[in-house]
Nanobody, 118 residues
Framework: QVQLVESGGGLVQPGGSLRLSCAASGVSFRNYDMGWYRQAPGKQRELVASITGGGSTNYADSVKGRFTISRDNAKNTVYLQMNSLKPEDTAVYYC????????????WGQGTQVTVSS
Protein backbone atom coordinates (compact mmCIF):
# COMPACT_ATOMS: atom_id res chain seq x y z
CA GLN A 1 0.00 0.00 0.00
CA VAL A 2 0.99 3.65 -0.31
CA GLN A 3 3.39 4.87 2.35
CA LEU A 4 4.94 8.32 2.79
CA VAL A 5 7.81 8.84 5.23
CA GLU A 6 9.09 12.32 6.06
CA SER A 7 12.51 13.18 7.44
CA GLY A 8 14.72 16.20 7.98
CA GLY A 9 12.82 18.19 10.57
CA GLY A 10 14.41 19.64 13.67
CA LEU A 11 15.29 22.76 15.61
CA VAL A 12 16.86 25.65 13.75
CA GLN A 13 17.58 29.31 14.50
CA PRO A 14 15.80 32.11 12.65
CA GLY A 15 17.49 32.69 9.31
CA GLY A 16 18.66 29.10 9.13
CA SER A 17 17.83 26.35 6.65
CA LEU A 18 16.43 22.85 6.63
CA ARG A 19 15.72 20.32 3.91
CA LEU A 20 12.77 17.99 4.31
CA SER A 21 12.52 14.72 2.42
CA CYS A 22 9.53 12.50 1.72
CA ALA A 23 10.08 8.99 0.43
CA ALA A 24 7.10 7.32 -1.24
CA SER A 25 6.52 3.62 -1.68
CA GLY A 26 3.69 1.69 -3.26
CA VAL A 27 3.06 4.59 -5.63
CA SER A 28 3.23 5.08 -9.37
CA PHE A 29 5.08 8.25 -8.56
CA ARG A 30 4.62 10.14 -11.83
CA ASN A 31 0.86 9.74 -11.48
CA TYR A 32 0.82 11.82 -8.29
CA ASP A 33 1.04 15.48 -7.54
CA MET A 34 3.12 15.94 -4.39
CA GLY A 35 2.83 18.58 -1.72
CA TRP A 36 4.01 19.78 1.63
CA TYR A 37 1.48 20.95 4.20
CA ARG A 38 2.08 22.32 7.65
CA GLN A 39 0.03 22.72 10.79
CA ALA A 40 1.02 25.04 13.61
CA PRO A 41 -0.51 24.85 17.09
CA GLY A 42 -4.03 26.27 17.10
CA LYS A 43 -4.06 26.75 13.33
CA GLN A 44 -5.54 24.97 10.34
CA ARG A 45 -3.40 22.78 8.15
CA GLU A 46 -2.22 24.76 5.14
CA LEU A 47 -0.62 23.93 1.83
CA VAL A 48 2.95 25.20 1.73
CA ALA A 49 4.13 24.01 -1.67
CA SER A 50 3.15 21.55 -4.38
CA ILE A 51 4.68 20.02 -7.46
CA THR A 52 3.02 18.09 -10.27
CA GLY A 53 4.37 14.98 -11.91
CA GLY A 54 5.54 17.20 -14.73
CA GLY A 55 7.40 19.56 -12.42
CA SER A 56 5.06 22.55 -12.20
CA THR A 57 5.28 24.19 -8.77
CA ASN A 58 3.08 26.33 -6.56
CA TYR A 59 3.84 28.07 -3.27
CA ALA A 60 1.99 29.75 -0.47
CA ASP A 61 2.60 33.50 -0.44
CA SER A 62 4.15 33.23 3.01
CA VAL A 63 7.00 31.02 1.78
CA LYS A 64 7.48 32.10 -1.82
CA GLY A 65 11.08 33.05 -2.44
CA ARG A 66 12.29 31.19 0.63
CA PHE A 67 11.16 27.59 0.07
CA THR A 68 11.75 25.35 -2.94
CA ILE A 69 9.94 22.10 -3.66
CA SER A 70 11.47 19.52 -5.96
CA ARG A 71 11.07 15.86 -6.83
CA ASP A 72 13.24 13.00 -7.96
CA ASN A 73 10.98 10.57 -9.78
CA ALA A 74 13.71 7.95 -10.05
CA LYS A 75 13.94 7.88 -6.24
CA ASN A 76 10.22 8.37 -5.56
CA THR A 77 11.17 11.28 -3.32
CA VAL A 78 10.00 14.86 -2.91
CA TYR A 79 12.01 17.55 -1.12
CA LEU A 80 11.33 20.87 0.52
CA GLN A 81 14.33 23.16 0.83
CA MET A 82 13.55 25.80 3.45
CA ASN A 83 15.78 28.87 3.67
CA SER A 84 15.58 32.07 5.70
CA LEU A 85 13.39 30.35 8.24
CA LYS A 86 11.21 32.42 10.54
CA PRO A 87 9.61 31.57 13.89
CA GLU A 88 6.21 31.57 12.18
CA ASP A 89 7.40 28.64 10.07
CA THR A 90 7.28 26.48 13.19
CA ALA A 91 4.85 23.63 12.56
CA VAL A 92 4.48 19.96 11.88
CA TYR A 93 5.16 19.45 8.19
CA TYR A 94 3.28 16.73 6.33
CA CYS A 95 4.03 15.13 3.00
CA UNK A 96 1.03 14.64 0.73
CA UNK A 97 0.49 12.65 -2.45
CA UNK A 98 -2.54 13.33 -4.64
CA UNK A 99 -3.55 10.99 -7.43
CA UNK A 100 -4.18 12.55 -10.83
CA UNK A 101 -7.77 13.30 -11.82
CA UNK A 102 -10.38 11.99 -11.75
CA UNK A 103 -9.46 10.18 -8.51
CA UNK A 104 -7.64 12.95 -6.60
CA UNK A 105 -7.18 10.44 -3.79
CA UNK A 106 -4.83 11.76 -1.14
CA UNK A 107 -2.26 10.06 1.08
CA TRP A 108 -0.43 11.53 4.05
CA GLY A 109 2.79 11.01 5.90
CA GLN A 110 3.06 11.04 9.68
CA GLY A 111 4.65 14.47 9.81
CA THR A 112 7.96 15.91 10.95
CA GLN A 113 8.38 18.74 13.45
CA VAL A 114 10.10 21.94 12.39
CA THR A 115 10.87 24.43 15.16
CA VAL A 116 12.41 27.82 14.41
CA SER A 117 13.58 29.50 17.59
CA SER A 118 16.54 31.24 19.17
Amino acid sequence: QVQLVESGGGLVQPGGSLRLSCAASGVSFRNYDMGWYRQAPGKQRELVASITGGGSTNYADSVKGRFTISRDNAKNTVYLQMNSLKPEDTAVYYCNARRLPPSLRMYWGQGTQVTVSS
